[in-house]
């Protein structure tokens, strides 16, 4: 099974999705990765190779649909993740136009290849029956922050039977092992580490083409291509995930009539490309190209192959049998509905509004549906409204209860301990400082304003007397806690910072040491002004960049006096306060403890560059990228911004001044700097100057 890995991207960047970027497949690297761990395997992929050199499709099983029952597992975290119903609907659509060739730019097909298209007589219908034969509309909904580096770990929060059903995994961000981003991957027919496994997982931005799909023809069809790879098909120019190689042409994906190709390395779509001495079938679904529209003949007489072999437990899936277990085969009643719902704030003011959405799932909203709310604390404390709107008077943290009913039943479900009212004035002055000397670390009262809380599992933070950078005693981040991928958060009291002059920062001391090279551990700081309701990122480190150490540690890591450092952030906007927050937040990637000590707000003197750009938030996003990205800077106080671009050389491609700017958030797109000028790949260099202050940033255009 591939392990867990958290490869998480920048805070900002992770805020900003490049519309435009699509990731390959990683098909073969993955089910390589497996076969080297699980030689086992070998012996029923070559039988399945064997089987489908000699198969010839039964003439009762020709011109006939094979139905085969789906499941969309969507693994989200309240974000544009939980996709809606209308694009698994939509994606469903496209898979089944694909595979029994109804697509309508199957008209745009090369004269070359017309006389091989092939209609592959699949096609896929939404479970009606789960596994233990309740009601389902065949999409489920799990709540993980797994969701940020989703691999086989979301397969083991949920995982239907591969030989009843086809499992769809849809997540925010597909990472492997290595930390390659990918759109999707899937397993080979006899080729998953373990039947939970079997599947397909992807990213809900190459899935359909509404919603929150990148779009195009790339993104529309990576589910079926992804399908193709489960059954049995390789690419184009053979069994791996480096297409453009001049090697591809000695490789082969074990299909007939697909000539041999070097494939198309940049989803480009050259309807003449020849690269192996005949015309590249570049429109077939198994490339990289984008404007994938066919199978092959061959090809679907390797997916039929496929369908009838016991590897992979496919062949049990279009049985009349399972299509009556599974639901898919008679008249659809709709379900009773999920009840799921969530805020547009968890922390919150006295007397601040809170809206709720109803996030209810399961079936389709109609005329039957009613919604009763509970609002313990609240003004109103009940509604029927879909998506009402209540104010919090009296500070304290309340439950929510949503009661959904529809024509076919109710379900309820209380989220305990959902929103946190703070007071709008704290009882504790800055300057303030924290050392974790008492003994009443955590606080386990989240109504007392006056200690320090910890959001997500408990236990992952502990105050501990075996490392401390002074006194006897610090708060540790226990590695292993959680699993990886997971997200907890320390988030400090109340604290009135009205009396603070500027400059403004916090001091704290952090200990950390890696496991091995692949541990990316993150730790952020965020601070609000709001009483929670948003939050401002201050301060991010990762990995290597976190690590108080030299090399790596193999148990578990307790710190010397030598192993602390200190770290200083500005915090300038918590001036005039008077309820300002600050919260430490882990990401996991399975590294090394991680301690905190002495943590203070005071009143110090920085240096004049933290006195105009902020060292943390100042970049180029997403590196790398194209002449679509981003340039993000944080002014602590008002200034004029000077912004060049220049080659690796050193030659100036471009600038452009900001004119002048008041603190807080800006930015600026390389396109702008360079006045239509389009950059080559390579390295450039970022250059922003403001009161004789600058700062260089280093970017690759892909």
């Known amino acids: 099974m591939i392990k867990n890995l958290l490869v998480a991207a920048l805070f900002l960047g992770a805020l900003v999705a490049d519309a435009q970027t699509f990731h390959h497949c990683g098909t073969h690297s993955v089910n390589d990765a497996v076969l080297e761990q699980h030689p086992e395997l070998l012996q029923e992929r070559q039988a399945l190779e064997e089987f489908s050199t000699d198969f010839e499709t039964p003439e009762s099983q020709r011109s006939v649909n094979k139905v085969i029952p789906i499941v969309f597992h969507i693994v989200h975290n309240y974000g544009p993740e939980n996709i809606s119903r209308e694009q698994v609907e939509d994606a469903l659509r496209i898979i089944n136009e694909d595979f029994q060739l109804q697509n309508e730019d199957q008209s745009e097909v090369v004269s070359s290849f017309t006389n091989i298209v092939a209609n592959s007589e699949v096609e896929f219908r939404l479970a009606r029956k789960d596994p233990n034969g309740n009601c389902t509309d065949g999409i489920t909904r799990t709540v993980s922050t797994l969701t940020f580096a989703g691999n086989d770990n979301v397969k083991d929060l949920i995982s239907w039977p591969r030989n009843r059903y086809l499992n769809i995994w849809v997540v925010d961000n597909v990472i492997l092992e290595d930390g390659t981003q990918v759109g999707g991957y899937a397993y080979r027919p006899g080729n998953s580490p373990g039947a939970t496994y079997d599947g397909i997982i992807v990213t809900h931005r190459q899935l359909g083409s509404i919603g929150t799909s990148n779009g195009g023809n790339f993104a529309a069809r990576t589910l079926t291509h992804e399908i193709g790879h489960w059954f049995n098909l390789n690419h184009t120019w053979g069994p791996s995930n480096t297409p453009g190689l001049s090697s591809n042409c000695s490789s082969d994906d074990s299909v007939n009539d697909t000539p041999n190709t070097i494939g198309v390395a940049n989803q480009s779509c050259n309807l003449s490309q020849v690269t192996c001495g005949t015309l590249d079938n570049v429109q077939n679904y198994m490339d990289y190209a984008n404007c994938a529209i066919m199978f092959t003949n061959g090809q679907k007489a390797r997916m039929q192959a496929a369908l009838n072999s016991t590897a992979g437990q496919r062949n049990n899936l279009w049985t009349s049998a399972n299509l009556t277990a599974t639901g898919v085969n008679g008249n659809f009643t709709p379900c009773a509905p999920i009840a799921d719902f969530i805020s547009n704030a968890t922390s919150t003011c006295v007397s601040n509004s809170v809206s709720f959405t109803d996030l209810s799932f399961n079936a389709e909203v109609d005329a039957s549906w009613t919604w009763n709310w509970t609002f ?86 502990n105050r501990t007397t075996n490392a401390s950078a002074t006194g006897s005693a610090s708060v540790q981040y226990i590695n292993g806690a959680v699993s990886e991928g997971s997200i907890t958060e320390l988030v400090s009291p109340s604290i009135d910072c009205s009396n603070i002059a500027s400059p403004a920062t916090v001091t704290f001391k952090v200990a950390y040491a890696r496991r091995n090279v692949n541990t990316n551990d993150r730790l952020q700081m965020f601070i609000s002004t709001n009483c ?16 108080t150490t030299t090399g790596f540690v193999s148990s578990t890591f307790i710190p ?46 920085v240096g004049i560059e933290d006195l105009v750009f902020d060292e943390q938030l100042t970049q180029v996003f997403p590196n790398p990228g194209s002449d679509d990205a981003q340039i993000a800077y944080t002014l602590n106080v008002a200034s004029e911004v000077q912004i060049a671009i220049y080659d690796i050389t050193g030659k100036q491609l471009g600038h452009m001044s900001s004119g002048l700017q008041p603190a807080g958030d800006h930015s600026a797109f390389v396109h702008e700097l360079l006045r239509g000028q389009t950059p080559k790949p390579g390295v450039y260099l970022i250059r922003l100057e403001s009161q004789g202050v600058q700062k260089t940033l280093r970017w690759i255009c892909h």
């Open 376 to 461: 313990t604390g609240a003004n109103p404390s009940t509604s029927s409204q879909q998506n009402p709107s209540v104010q919090y008077t009296t500070p304290g943290v309340y439950p929510v209860t949503l009661t959904v009913s529809n024509a076919s039943g109710t379900n309820s479900k209380t989220k305990s301990g959902f929103i946190n009212v703070r007071p709008s004035d704290a009882s504790i002055n800055s300057p303030y400082v924290e050392g974790f000397e008492s003994t009443g670390f955590p606080n386990i009262n989240p109504e007392s304003f006056n200690n320090w809380s910890i959001v997500g599992q408990q236990s992952a933070f």
């Open 532 to 547: 929670g309701r948003t939050w401002t990122p201050r301060y991010t480190k990762t990995g290597s960049t976190l690590s």
């Open 560 to 605: 010397t006096a030598s192993q602390w450092r200190t770290e200083t952030v500005n915090v300038t906007p918590l001036i005039g306060n008077g309820s300002a927050l600050i919260k430490f937040v882990v990401t996991d990637s399975s590294g090394g403890n991680i301690y905190l000590d002495d943590i203070n707000i005071v009143n110090a003197p």
